[in-house]
């Protein structure tokens, strides 16, 4: 499979401005102490309540790079290894994101990792341990992570929606954070300081989130995130009316049904 395919992302962690991060609970505190003691993490929680904002978060904090790949269902061992490359008749040795983030000691991020391939999983049982090696079979190499090496992964327990779960096992080698959509007042702080919307309105945008959280009856596969509620304080900012901002923004990408969207489009009028 295409090396691109897996979007390792790199350059988060140490340099830049920190990643706007509003924290909802001792998370940051457990993360230190985690990285501290060489303890792998795994955040669980629905897609789009911060898990990915939080590791770049932390990453700046503790000055370390973050090597972030988002797994799907083709994500295999070799993608995150590396393989050997042909060019020009040459034959060589190229890292994959897992191999170049044990050998310099980076924050390692396996985005959705329950999503990927058994045989990554496999890949990466030896690195949570106290071994915390990286057993590269096709370059002949065991390597040893650096002291500042961690891993961290996620997950979103769904499996009611056809997600898949995460072995018990698995689970087990992890100390685990648990996230979820915040209450009222946080999500509202959120939404101000990412997008830097009039306190009110995101007050009215958090409430609107609250009420479509609890329309059980409508059957929605899932419930909108914090990153809806962004993406429609953006758009206010950008100069929409409040209302069609949440009808695009939160709305639509929730529901392609006509009926579920006419209701909620009717708690949105109420809202707005
Ligand atoms: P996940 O990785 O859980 O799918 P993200 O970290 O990508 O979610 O969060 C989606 C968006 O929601 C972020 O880009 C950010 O705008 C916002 N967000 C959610 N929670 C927080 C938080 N606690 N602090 C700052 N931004 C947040």
Redesign the pocket.
Known sequence: MAEASIEPREGHGALGAAP?????SDECSVFEHAYRQRLPLLLK??????????VEAMAHRLGRPLVTVACHDETSAVDLLGRYLVRGGDTFWQDGPVTRAVRQGAILYL?EIAEARPDVVVVIHPLTDHRRTLLIDHHDEVLSAADTFMLVV?FNPGYQRGLKELKPSTRQRFVALS?DH?GPDLEAE?VV??TGIDPKTARRLAGLAGKLRKLDHLGLAEVP???LL?DAAKLIVSGMAPRRACEVAVVAPLSDDAEVTAALGEVVALAL
């Not at 706007?20 to 909802?24: N, S």
């Not at 929680?45 to 939080?54: C, E, L, N, Q, V």
């Open positions: 706007f991060y509003r924290a909802v929680g629905p897609t789009g309540s911060g898990k990915s904002r939080f985005d996620s996230f915040p959120i300081g990412e995130s914090t990153r962004v």
